[in-house]
C-alpha cells in the first residue's frame, strides 16, 4: 500500500514510500506559515466545557524517524483531544549534514512560532503519555515537567528534565532558550535544568499519578536499530559538562529551507525543514566523521546514565 510522507531533503516537494497498514499521510506545501490549522476543542454539549484561553505549540525535535512519527502523531492527537487545549505539533526536521542538535532545533522552533503560541512543550517523538492523568495545561507556576524521573521509563535521576518538558513563551526568552553547542546525543536537557534554576525558575512535576515508571509513558525507541549518536571528539566533553553562557535562543544560527502542512490520519502537523549552520571554531564536534580512534567514541548509553547524576555541576 502506497501511502504519501513529506521529504526528508531539502526541498518542499512531497515524496511517495511503501508502507504497509500504517496511517494515511496527506501533505502539502504551506503557502502561509504563520496560519496554522490547530486543534480546537468544541463544546458538543458537553457541560464540562471551558474554552482554552492559551495556545500549545508541540516542538517535535526530528531526523530520519518516520516510523515513529507515525506512531506518534495519531497517538498524541487521541490523548491531547481529551483535554480542552488549544494546540498544534510542528516537527522540527534537520536536513543539514550536521551532527543531530536537539536544543538548537527547539530553539529555531521557538522562534519561528511564538507569536502565535503562548507556551510550548519540548517533546520527544519516542515518548507517548497513556495516562490521562498528565496534564499539559497552561504551566502558570513555572516550567512543568511532565515526563518526572518518578515516571520516565529510563531516567530516574532527581535533575532530569528531558523527554516532555511544558513552558509557557516569557520563559524560554528569560533563559536564553537552550545551548547551541550540544552536537549528538545527551546533556542537553541537563544544561538547561542549570539555566531553569538560575532563572530561580521552579520546576514542577505531576503529583499523586496513579501509574509508575513502567506504565506511564510507552517508550517507542528501539536502541539497537536506531543507535545514538553518542561519538565525543575533539574538546567536547570538556565544553558540554560546563554551563553555557555564550550561546542560547539569541544566536542560534539556521535556515528553514521549506514548511510544509502535511496530516497523518486525521492528525494535521507542520513540518519545519531546518538547515543549522556551525560554528566549527567553537564547536568542532558538529562534524566527527574525521575523527578516528577516539576513546570517547566508544562511550556507552549506560555511562552517560551514570554521569548525568553529577550532571548539575555544568
Not at 504563520?34 to 464540562?48: A, M, R
Not at 516550567?143 to 535521576?157: A, D
Request: hydrophobic share 30%; net charge positive.
Amino acid at each position: 500500500m502506497e501511502k504519501s510522507a513529506v521529504s526528508q531533503g531539502s526541498t518542499d516537494v512531497c515524496v511517495r514510500i511503501t508502507l504497509k497498514e500504517i496511517y494515511e499521510c496527506k501533505c502539502e506545501i504551506a503557502t502561509q506559515p504563520n496560519q496554522y490549522n490547530n486543534h480546537k476543542q468544541e463544546d458538543n454539549g458537553d457541560k464540562n466545557y471551558k474554552k482554552s484561553v492559551h495556545r500549545l505549540a508541540i516542538l517535535v525535535p526530528f531526523r530520519d524517524r518516520f516510523g515513529e512519527l507515525l506512531i506518534f502523531a495519531p497517538h498524541m492527537k487521541k490523548f491531547l483531544d481529551k483535554q480542552n487545549i488549544d494546540y498544534h505539533i510542528f516537527i522540527l526536521n534537520q536536513v543539514d549534514r550536521f551532527r543531530f542538535n536537539r536544543a538548537s532545533l527547539i530553539n529555531v522552533g521557538f522562534l519561528e512560532v511564538n507569536k502565535d503560541f503562548d507556551y510550548i512543550a519540548m517533546h520527544d517523538v519516542d515518548l507517548l503519555p497513556i495516562n490521562d492523568e498528565l496534564l499539559y495545561s497552561f504551566p502558570t507556576n513555572g516550567p512543568y515537567h511532565v515526563s518526572s524521573p518518578e515516571l520516565h521509563p529510563r531516567y530516574h535521576y532527581p535533575t532530569f528534565v528531558g523527554g516532555i518538558l511544558v513552558i509557557k513563551r516569557e520563559h524560554f526568552i528569560q533563559v536564553n532558550g537552550m545551548s547551541n553547542k550540544y552536537w549528538g546525543w545527551g546533556l542537553e536537557d541537563d544544561e538547561f535544568y542549570v539555566r531553569l534554576k538560575e532563572a530561580g525558575l521552579i520546576i514542577t512535576r505531576p503529583q499523586n499519578i496513579s501509574t509508575g515508571t513502567h506504565n506511564t509513558f510507552k517508550h517507542i525507541h528501539d536502541r539497537n536499530h536506531r543507535k545514538r549518536d553518542m561519538i565525543k571528539c575533539y574538546n567536547q566533553r570538556e565544553i558540554t559538562r560546563k554551563r553555557d553562557r555564550q550561546t542560547g535562543l539569541n544566536n542560534v544560527s539556521y535556515k528553514i529551507l521549506g514548511t510544509i502542512k502535511m496530516s497523518i490520519g486525521d492528525t494535521p502537523l507542520t513540518v519545519l525543514n531546518i538547515s543549522l549552520m556551525c560554528d566549527k571554531l567553537s564547536t568542532p564536534w558538529c562534524e566527527c566523521d574525521k575523527v578516528v580512534g577516539s576513546k570517547d567514541g566508544k562511550s556507552k548509553e549506560k555511562k552517560k546514565l551514570n554521569n548525568n547524576k553529577s550532571a548539575t555541576g555544568l
